[in-house]
Antibody, heavy 124, light 106 residues
Framework: QVQLQQWGAGLLKPSETLSLTCAVY????????WSWIRQPPGKGLEWIGE???????NYNPSLKSRVTISVDTSKKQFSLNLNSVTAADTAVYYC??????????????????WGQGTLVTVSS | SYELTQPPSVSVSPGQTARITCSGD??????AYWYQQKPGQAPVVMIY???ERPSGIPERFSGSRSGTTVTLTISGVQAEDEADYYC?????????FGGGTKLTVL
């Protein structure tokens, strides 16, 4: 059974850097994309970006200038850094496993396992 | 980048059928996926590749596609189905969620 467990600071001041880490237990670490997704209070889901086991990344263009996602395959962990945070970055942040299959006619990609979520509040 | 559009809310009485739509120009070219999210919980995938149901998901949940619209159908809605539902799609460089639909069971 695959489990994702995430942790990081829950309260930040404006202009600080948000840092979260997600550990993967069970299952393979390679062959998947490892994503960060956030959800502002009372709002919808927003994909932030992803990384695979070899360090290849994709980012949401709207956040790309402030986001860095890194991976430590030896620990089966991946991390999110979001710099220069503002109140608009207040959200529950989730890590998730992206199941990907590009072998067929259509590209397959969905999130099959999620972390428990971390509420990050940005306030002065 | 592309957008997926969902109705903000759908209401249905217990035992009736709920249909939640998701529209987007990308959908004829990419699969759609559906997630259920209950308050305080992480989303759970309910439908993948437009119509496939993961193991453990009740048969009353089904998916369909027609042109630029995909639909999540919940037959015989139960009180426990009250939740937010999100569609999602992806191409080789990005992943996008719809805005979400709140399903209310009257």
């Amino acid at each position: 059974q695959v489990q994702l467990q995430q942790w990081g600071a829950g309260l930040l001041k404006p202009s600080e850097t948000l840092s979260l880490t997600c550990a993967v237990y069970g299952g393979s670490f390679s062959g998947y994309y490892w994503s960060w997704i956030r959800q502002p209070p009372g709002k919808g889901l927003e994909w932030i970006g992803e990384i695979n086991h070899s360090g290849s990344t994709n980012y949401n263009p709207s956040l790309k200038s402030r986001v860095t996602i890194s991976v430590d395959t030896s620990k089966k962990q991946f991390s999110l850094n979001l710099n220069s945070v503002t109140a608009a970055d207040t959200a529950v942040y989730y890590c998730a496993r992206g199941f990907v299959d590009s072998s067929g006619y259509y590209y397959v990609y969905y999130f099959d396992y999620w972390g428990q979520g971390t509420l990050v509040t940005v306030s002065s | 980048s592309y957008e997926l559009t969902q109705p903000p809310s759908v209401s249905v009485s217990p035992g009736q059928t709920a249909r939640i739509t998701c529209s987007g120009d990308v959908l004829p070219k990419q699969y759609a996926y559906w997630y259920q999210q209950k308050p305080g919980q992480a989303p759970v995938v309910m439908i993948y590749k437009d119509i496939e149901r993961p193991s453990g998901i009740p048969e009353r949940f089904s998916g369909s596609r027609s042109g630029t619209t995909v639909t999540l159908t919940i037959s015989g809605v139960q009180a426990e189905d009250e939740a937010d539902y999100y569609c999602q799609s992806a191409d080789s460089s990005g992943r996008v969620f719809g805005g979400g639909t709140k399903l209310t069971v009257l």
